[in-house]
T-cell receptor, first 111, second 115 residues
Framework: AQSVSQHNHHVILSEAASLELGCNYSYGGTVNLFWYVQYPGQHLQLLLKYFSGDPLVKGIKGFEAEFIKSKFSFNLRKPSVQWSDTAEYFC?????????FGAGTRLTVKP | NAGVMQNPRHLVRRRGQEARLRCSPM?????VYWYRQLPEEGLKFMVYLQKENIIDESGMPKERFSAEFPKEGPSILRIQQVVRGDSAAYFC?????????????FGEGSWLTVV
């Protein structure tokens, strides 16, 4: 069965700091990978997705993620966070009519 | 503590039939969200419900789709007169209340195939 691990439960950063949120998955076949963000009081939004091709994926709002197949990882990065990036971030993996979400990482950015 | 339970996991319907998808939130959660994932796309918000109340249905198609979350029992997403384009995975999530930065939990999804 597929599983997704987000190791950081809560990350606190100051503005302008760099961000990297870890996501590791367990699955034997071809996968599609996603990062979603949920801002306080809002619904889930898609940040970026990887289906195939260039393993470095650029998303909205300056986020990017790198698919490293050998490490089963799809870490989310942003070089310089802003206070408005405070939100919950979810990694998800889909494949073979199955989709799993990580437990989420809460990011708090201090102004 | 059981997680968010969705059933059925897989559902096949012929065009014109009705599909009912159920979502039982986590114990103690009074808010439910439904999302749809079309092939090759990310999740799209459909509706946000509190018990006996629809908070936001801005993502629901205007026709054939409805959702409810009664005082007792699971939340139901109902699709009438299904068409092939309704084939998708439907995900439910629940939270204890207005989210303040998290504590939202997802079900494993219901895959609808319209033939």
């Amino acid at each position: 069965a597929q599983s997704v691990s987000q190791h950081n439960h809560h990350v606190i950063l100051s503005e302008a700091a760099s961000l990297e949120l870890g996501c590791n998955y367990s699955y034997g076949g071809t996968v599609n990978l996603f990062w979603y963000v949920q801002y306080p009081g809002q619904h889930l939004q898609l940040l970026l997705k990887y289906f195939s091709g260039d393993p470095l994926v650029k998303g909205i709002k300056g986020f990017e993620a790198e698919f490293i197949k050998s490490k089963f990882s799809f870490n989310l990065r942003k070089p310089s966070v802003q206070w408005s990036d405070t939100a919950e971030y979810f990694c998800a993996v889909s494949g073979n009519n199955d989709m799993r979400f990580g437990a989420g990482t809460r990011l708090t950015v201090k102004p | 503590n059981a997680g968010v339970m969705q059933n059925p996991r897989h559902l096949v319907r012929r065009r014109g039939q009705e599909a009912r998808l159920r979502c039982s939130p986590m114990k103690g959660h009074s808010h439910v969200y439904w999302y749809r994932q079309l092939p090759e796309e990310g999740l799209k918000f459909m509706v946000y419900l509190q018990k006996e109340n629809i908070i936001d249905e801005s993502g629901m198609p205007k026709e054939r789709f409805s959702a409810e979350f009664p005082k007792e029992g699971p939340s139901i997403l109902r699709i009438q007169q299904v068409v092939r384009g309704d084939s998708a995975a439907y995900f439910c999530a629940s939270s204890p209340g207005t989210h303040q930065g998290g504590t939202i939990y997802f079900g494993e999804g219901s895959w609808l195939t319209v033939v």
